[in-house]
């Protein structure tokens, strides 16, 4: 582990670092590395002379030399690496360069570049990051997490690689999506990166062409499932619980089925948090909210059809029916405002093949039998836009192009302004360009997309589009729970989570403003779902720590990148 710890200098009252470590070690240490920025005393101290160049550096000088170098490089992959590499030998000047280029550099080392980057893994592997657990070294899986480099840890993320954004199963490759996260948790809510530890559950991988890869890392091997499989995430979590009994665990990119399991199973034993479901539906409730609320309109008003029912879809669907009952409906009553399609068309209650997670959104089969239809042996997505007149549309299904002109037309004539937000991921996996999705429709529809799209004009006017990104979430609910260390996190704190980020949409000042905040304000977004997510946990009594003030405690917490002074341990 690091040999690294804060303390005050008792004379200055300045926050110093103590650390035994110097030399070239303390120079290929990320956390610890300041390169050009170590000052003179620091040299003799840490036995540094003669080692760097003699000019000693601001990290701003530092930020323009490395900016300089990024420009250098043209495609998004190589990108990518230069800044993964930057972070591998500086900490600091690695995020207080993204912070300063934030919007430029965020989809390069999170969506959508990181999904190539994940494809690449084993042909681009340079240096070790986080942990590694694979199945065949279960056995020492305690060991494997008392090996990891940063002493104390607040919050873990971990994958099995399965369900990695649009692209399925990437084997131990899914391991980038947790360092990404990561990064992103950091960047907009200003978690101490020094005290975060991704993880990668290796089980194997169904993906036949890593399988055939020479260069494969992972453990060559069809996923282990069933008992197997289960037997090993408990043995995990058991281990996460003795050797981090405070720590916040978010559960990423597992396979459908798994990542629901998985949340339910644990939600009752410690603080834990999946993004691609819960993450995934606060923002895209958020959007909702804001959207219907700028129309004067309230949740229960909405006929709501989602197309596409896997993780992002059901987690959607679950998170405004909770929000549903909020506003006074039973769970039935608030079932009865959604309709979902998936591979065999509208989910019916006689389909066969439901999931479980599924069957409680499914339509009564007496319903449709009056319904005109296309084909009479499945209900398609213009079938129901058709005879349900829905108000909110929503695509997560990574089916490009599904939603036509013909549906978006036929949508428009049942409601005078639908919501769609087509959110499949990558770029070309979206059900609908914004572009399209205004002109077809008039620009009547109130849009919001998975991926990050330029403003488009319409009627000689530009229309920023509001983007569902999950990083307008989770940062901030990570901040919350660490600021008071919560020992659980409830369905109420997602739904005040929710209700912050609602507020900050821009749409609620503008009937043309996009309907959520840009990520350039993502950091002040955070602050205010930190503060209301926190709080809500102080008064369910699941705080570990109460603070005197919540807004000096949430400032406190926030970690940014800066070279303090370095002392001998
Ligand atoms: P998933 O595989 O769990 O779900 C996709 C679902 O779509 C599956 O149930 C699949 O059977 C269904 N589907 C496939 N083809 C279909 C068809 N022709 N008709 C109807 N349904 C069909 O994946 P997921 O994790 O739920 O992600 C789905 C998409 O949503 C991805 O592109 C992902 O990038 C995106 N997503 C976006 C956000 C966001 O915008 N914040 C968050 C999470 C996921």
């Known amino acids: 582990m690091l040999d690294f710890k804060y303390s005050i200098d008792p004379k200055t009252g300045q926050t110093i670092i103590m650390t035994s470590l110097c030399g070239k070690p303390l120079l290929t240490t990320p956390q610890l590395n300041k390169g050009t920025a170590f000052s003179e005393k620091e040299r003799v101290l840490f036995h540094l002379q003669g080692k760097l160049p003699s000019r000693i550096e601001t990290l701003e000088e530092q930020v323009t030399r490395a900016y300089r170098q ?33 919007m430029e550099f965020l989809p390069v080392i999170y969506t959508p570049i990181v999904g190539t980057a994940v494809k690449q893994f084993s042909t681009e592997y340079r240096t070790p990051r986080g942990l590694y657990i694979s199945y065949p070294e279960r056995a020492h899986m305690r060991t494997i997490l008392k090996n990891r480099s940063n002493p104390e840890i607040d919050l873990i993320v971990v994958t099995d690689g399965e369900g990695v954004l649009g692209i399925g199963d990437q084997g131990i490759g899914g391991m980038d999506i947790p360092i990404a996260k990561l990064m992103v948790y950091t960047l907009c809510g200003g978690i101490n990166p020094n005290r975060t530890l991704p993880i990668l559950l290796d089980v194997g991988t169904n993906n036949q062409n890593l399988l055939d890869d020479p260069l494969y890392l992972g453990w060559r091997h069809p996923r282990i499932t069933g008992k197997e499989y289960d037997d090993f995430v408990d043995d995990f979590v058991c281990a996460v619980k003795e050797l981090f009994p405070t720590v916040f665990l978010h559960w990423e990119d597992f396979g459908r089925d798994n990542a629901r399991k998985h949340l339910e199973r644990y939600q009752n034993q410690l603080c834990t948090f999946n993004d691609d479901m819960q993450g995934t539906g606060v923002v895209t409730l958020a959007a909702l909210l804001s959207g219907v609320h700028a129309l004067g309109q309230s949740l229960k008003d909405q006929r709501i059809v989602v197309f596409g029912a896997g993780t992002a879809g059901t987690g959607i669907a679950d998170q405004i029916k909770e929000s549903l009952c909020k506003e006074g409906l039973s769970a039935e009553e608030a079932y009865q405002h959604f309709w979902l399609l998936d591979r065999p068309g509208l989910l019916l209650d006689n389909t066969i093949g439901l999931t479980d997670f599924q069957k409680p959104y499914a339509r009564p089969h007496a319903e449709v039998a009056q319904w005109q239809l296309a084909q009479n042996d499945r209900i398609t997505l ?14 997560a299904s990574a089916v490009a192009h599904a939603f036509t002109q013909e549906i978006i037309q036929s949508l428009c ?75 659980r996190l409830s369905n109420e704190c997602l739904w005040v989570a929710c209700q912050a980020l609602a507020d900050c949409a821009p749409i609620l000042k503008d009937p043309n403003a996009p309907l959520l905040p840009s990520l350039s304000v993502a950091r002040e977004v955070a602050i205010k779902i930190a503060h209301a997510v926190a709080q809500q946990i102080l008064d369910e009594g699941q705080a570990g720590i109460v603070p005197k003030d919540l807004t000096t405690a949430i400032n406190q917490a926030v970690w940014t990148p800066h070279y303090f002074e370095y002392r001998k341990m």
């Open 70 to 102: 990024f420009q250098n490089y043209k495609d998004p992959l190589t990108q990518n690496i230069f800044l993964n590499s930057l972070l591998d030998n500086n900490q600091n000047l690695f995020y207080q360069l993204v912070s300063e280029h934030l």
């Open 382 to 395: 213009l079938d129901v836009i058709k005879n349900v007149k829905p108000t909110i549309l929503i695509g």
């Open 413 to 487: 004539a049942g409601v005078d302004r639908p919501l769609v937000l087509p959110l499949s991921n990558p770029t070309e996996r979206c059900e609908a360009s914004p572009e399209e999705i205004l002109h077809w429709s008039q620009g009547k529809a109130l849009i919001a997309t998975g991926s990050p799209f330029a403003p488009v004009k319409f009627n000689n006017e530009w229309r920023e589009i509001a983007q569902c990104n999950n990083a307008l979430v989770f940062p901030g609910l990570g901040l919350g729970i660490i600021t008071v260390q919560a020992k």
